[in-house]
């Protein structure tokens, strides 16, 4: 991959969050053997088209990675695309490890869990510290569990005690629930971030706030003001190439939080489908110029895969999709756009967790020549895509030229 130009130009990095495009080689291991979160989406939704997804190359990348050919076909590749999948090579399954091996740091060593004994779900002494320097009453704890089920279950008692909701899931995170008017969103994110320097030495990926809303029991809804505290960096990413290099970094959704506000000139952390790309489309036609414009599109994976919603997914790639035709149009011939993911997250998969699967990773800009790039050792080759864009090296993963 060439720069562009003179200038540092733009690369915008778009990732669909849990869209994985069938089992990695490794994924018997992590008890996923099968897994394949947008063919058993497609398998399952005969009428779903993916028109512009498809012009970039996603259905030859995943024919590719499975291979086998899609259950039905999902639109049209056009002659112009260049596409090519994935492998994961850091140990965890999650957002974390995902966003930052395609920022060129793979995670050697997996994370730790909570949960796992669901008679004592967390280390007591982290609890009773937690409660002393935050100041709290108490606190209701929940070992894995469902955000919604939580809230729906304990939600009350919360708002008459001032207990948070402390739970977790199958993925390294410690979860803390509040209601954003009985306990203050402030106050929450406080309580978090307190919580997560003390869950560093127990390796936790993230600390995640869940605000809720509601009147009553039946009423709670978790809001869009979720934030997540990430442990930070293990050795400095393409981000920090960037910034050091005086090339601007933007983000979008979630990227932020996941990368502990490291590299970052300019954050946008709404992470609603629409809201992120009204975002990214405001920050590119604005005074932002040059540089990365690094995006999150959460919803696929907190919304549908944890909750196994097939229906659900299949309609979030639908809507995605249309709003990726109108913003391919914005774009100028000297942008690189780049199209992945970050791990698996089948919805026909027992269980709520994340699934071990290879990622597409589509291409379309100047230098980028068209047809398949094979299969891709790591998900580390994204990000050298991206720094070779801007002329620079040295970062782990080979470029897709």
């Known amino acids: 991959m060439k720069r562009a130009a003179s200038t540092p130009g733009r ?34 939704t005969p009428t779903l088209k993916l028109a512009n997804l498809a012009r970039l190359g996603l259905g030859e990348a995943a024919n590719e990675a499975r291979g086998q050919a899609l259950p039905h076909g999902i639109g049209q590749t056009a002659e112009t695309a260049a596409w090519a999948h994935a492998l994961p090579q850091g140990a965890p399954k999650g957002s974390t490890g995902g966003h930052w091996e395609i920022a060129g ?12 004994d669901p008679d004592a779900p967390y280390p007591s002494a982290l609890l009773e510290t937690l409660v002393a320097e ?19 279950e304990h939600g009350a008692a919360h708002c008459d005690t001032g207990r948070p909701i402390v739970y977790t899931s199958a993925d390294s995170v410690l979860q803390i629930a509040a209601h954003e008017r009985h306990f203050g969103l402030e106050r929450l994110y406080g309580v978090c971030e307190i919580a997560r320097r003390l869950c560093d030495d127990h390796r936790i990926a993230r600390v995640i706030a ?10 709670f809804q978790r809001t869009d003001n979720r934030r997540d505290f990430a442990i930070p960096p293990s050795a400095p990413t393409l981000l920090d190439a960037l910034c050091d290099r005086g090339i601007r970094v933007t983000t979008f959704g979630k990227i932020g939080d996941l990368f ?9 952390p709404a992470t609603g489908l629409n809201a992120v790309f009204d975002n990214l489309e405001g920050a590119l036609a604005g005074g932002h110029g040059s540089g990365l414009f690094f995006a999150n599109f959460c919803d696929f994976d907190s919304k549908y895969g944890h909750r196994r919603d097939v229906a659900g997914y299949a ?16 774009l100028s011939p000297a942008d690189l756009l780049i199209v992945t993911a970050d791990h698996g997250n089948d919805p026909t998969a027992p269980g709520s967790d994340h699934t071990r699967e290879t990622v597409p990773v589509l291409l379309r800009g100047p230098g980028v020549v068209p047809g398949s790039h094979g299969r891709r050792a790591s998900f580390c080759d994204i990000g050298a895509t991206a720094a070779a864009f801007f002329g620079l090296t040295g970062l782990r993963g080979q470029p897709i030229d």
């Open 260 to 268: 502990a506000h490291r590299g970052i000139d300019t954050q946008y």
């Open 105 to 116: 740091v793979p995670v050697e060593r997996d994370w730790g869990y909570f949960g796992e």
């Open 315 to 330: 309609d979030e790639l639908a809507r995605f999709d249309r709003r990726l035709g109108t913003f391919i149009h914005e």
């Open 134 to 152: 935050a100041g709290l009453p108490g606190l209701i704890t929940v070992g894995r569990a469902s955000g919604t089920a939580v809230i729906a």
């Open 210 to 219: 869940r605000p809720f809303a509601g009147a009553i029991a039946a009423d």
């Open 11 to 44: 690369c915008i990095l778009l990732v669909m969050d849990s869209v994985g495009i069938g089992a990695a080689p490794d994924a018997g291991r992590y008890g996923d053997d099968g897994a394949d979160t947008l063919g058993h989406i497609v398998a399952a």
